[in-house]
């Protein structure tokens, strides 16, 4: 049995990346700074003069490439291979943390995170999402290792879009029905148990203050209930796979989510939003009543997270491309954790009738920005 519950260290706090140095001191004397170009100017400047204050040079500061594919990777690693370098760093979103683990899987190195935004729990667990350099869904690859360092500096998540913050709602939102699902084909354990009763934690958490925590982002007050969400986001609900391990992973929101990729129309969507909208149709294909889908969807409205495909992007989609979603969606390899076997026949039926409990929803309430 092996265990990886989540990152060796985690700190948040306000201000934090100014004393960023201090943590990163334990690594080594040299670094290199990698990921998205808007992460890297919102930190370099003060990561780069916590570091020096600390006797560390950061010798690159790149651009992870846009995408966690497989060329971005073997790209960064053929540019740092050679290099004598003491410690990766890696600011940014999902993606951008993605592949910097899987590059420092790869050359072995020490890993410090600094998510930029809480949209996703990437900086807390041992895999690496896999897309094409267009953005569609390839794979998990597993050849990727956990953060040894989470800094995450509160204030800068705050100032980042509050779309980022609702998006990791909706990604969270899932490691509860997801678990509930996925665990019914495995023998209880100590292990599993635990993940369980710590995702519904986590969906408990974001019931009570999703909605604070997203009205703090506007008001641009740190607050306790935007940071608590902000740890449960990022680091609480990556303990639930970190605990659960192949008895409690992503299931079948998470596989609509990845057949839904296949539109480039959602690409402008973020991960969490269609992961959202991939929760309520995997409760259409478990026959969750309407009314329970209602009361999800109200929560939907009250903190922005979409609920149709239109909110989405996606509109008059052809058979053939009906047809394509349901092929493609029972492939992905999240749709084998659910506790009964999937046809596509059964996705089609299930994401016509998430969206149209959705559309009946529209006029009930504030729909998703």
């Known amino acids: 049995m092996k265990v990886t519950i989540g990152p060796a260290q985690y700190i948040r706090n306000k201000g934090l990346l100014e004393a960023a140095g201090t943590y990163i001191k334990n690594f080594g004397n040299s670094a290199a700074l990698i990921g998205g170009n808007t992460s890297k100017e919102i930190v370099e400047v003060s990561l780069r003069k916590s570091l020096s204050e600390h006797g560390i040079l950061l010798k690159h500061s790149l651009w992870y490439g846009g995408e966690s594919s497989e060329s971005n990777i073997d790209s960064l690693v053929a540019d740092l291979r050679d290099e004598k370098i003491d410690v990766l760093i890696v600011a940014g979103g999902g993606k951008a943390i993605d592949t910097v ?7 072995n190195k020490p890993l410090v995170a600094i998510p930029t935004i809480a949209a996703t729990c990437a900086a807390a667990t041992p895999i690496t999402i896999l897309y094409s350099d267009e953005g569609e869904f390839i794979g998990i690859e597993r050849k990727s290792k956990v953060p040894d360092l989470v800094l995450v500096d509160s204030e800068i998540i705050m100032e980042a879009p509050v779309r980022f913050l609702i998006a990791g709602i909706g990604d969270t939102l899932a490691k509860y029905f997801e678990t509930k699902s996925s665990v019914k084909k495995a023998t209880p354990t100590a292990l599993n148990q635990t993940a369980i009763a710590i995702a519904g934690q986590v969906y408990q958490t974001l019931l009570q203050i999703g909605k604070e925590s997203v009205n703090a982002v506007r008001a641009q007050t740190v607050t306790k209930e935007f940071e608590n969400v902000i740890d449960t986001v ?21 596989a609509i989510y990845s057949g839904l990729t296949i539109f480039p129309e959602v690409h ?13 149709a995997q409760l259409c294909m478990e026959n969750t009543s309407d009314e329970e889908l209602k009361t999800l969807i109200s929560y939907y ?26 092929d493609i969606t029972v492939t992905i390899e999240d749709m084998a954790n659910m506790p009964f076997e999937v046809t596509p026949e059964m996705v089609i039926e299930a994401v016509r009738r998430a969206d149209e409990i959705g559309n009946g929803m529209l006029t009930t309430g504030v729909a998703a920005q």
């Open 101 to 107: 683990k899987a590059v420092a899987y790869q050359l």
């Open 234 to 254: 990022i680091l609480v609900s990556g303990s639930v796979s970190g605990y659960g391990g192949d008895d409690c992973r992503t299931a079948g929101a998470h």
């Open 268 to 280: 402008h969507t973020y991960h969490g939003e269609i992961v959202a909208f991939g929760i309520l």
């Open 301 to 326: 409205q009250e903190v922005g997270l979409p609920f149709t495909l239109q909110q989405l992007g996606i509109t008059n989609l052809s058979d053939s491309q009906w047809r394509r979603l349901g």
